[in-house]
């Protein structure tokens, strides 16, 4: 079993940055971010494999948002810039034992985190 935790969520203002981190307790293939707002939908961002190599971001965080890992400390990062109201949600990682699989066909991740709150204020 992994378990993930997610870190960094808070307040911050339209324009402004947070860098969410989820550190896993042990290696899956990949790990991914998801977020969901009040009364919508659970949102796929994006994901990377830890040996490399990531997907397409969704389009309404692209040019905004970035990805990296840190493989030494089991621990993937979402840099998130330039802020807006509409990113407000609950930010979640995932992982997966695979890749294309879970990401590219909507497969359910095998670990989730508990998920972390953003809120971008106006």
């Known amino acids: 079993q992994v378990q993930l935790a997610e870190s960094g969520g808070g307040l911050v203002q339209a324009g402004g940055s947070l860098r969410l981190s989820c550190a896993a307790s042990?290696?899956?293939?990949?790990m991914g971010w998801f977020r969901q707002a009040p009364g919508k939908e659970r949102e796929f961002l994006v994901a990377?494999?830890?040996?490399?190599?990531?997907?397409n971001f969704a389009d309404s965080v692209k040019g905004r948002f970035t990805i990296s890992k840190d493989n030494a400390k089991n621990t993937v990062y979402l840099q998130m810039n330039s802020l807006k109201p509409e990113d407000t949600a609950v930010y979640y990682c995932?992982?997966?034992?695979?890749?294309?699989?879970?990401?590219?066909?909507?497969?359910?991740?095998?670990?989730w985190g508990q998920g972390t709150q953003v809120t971008v204020s106006s």
């Open positions: 995932a992982a997966a034992n695979s890749f294309g699989k879970t990401w590219r066909t909507g497969t359910e991740p095998d670990y």
């Open positions: 990377i494999a830890w040996s490399g190599g990531t997907t």
């Open positions: 042990g290696r899956t293939y990949s």
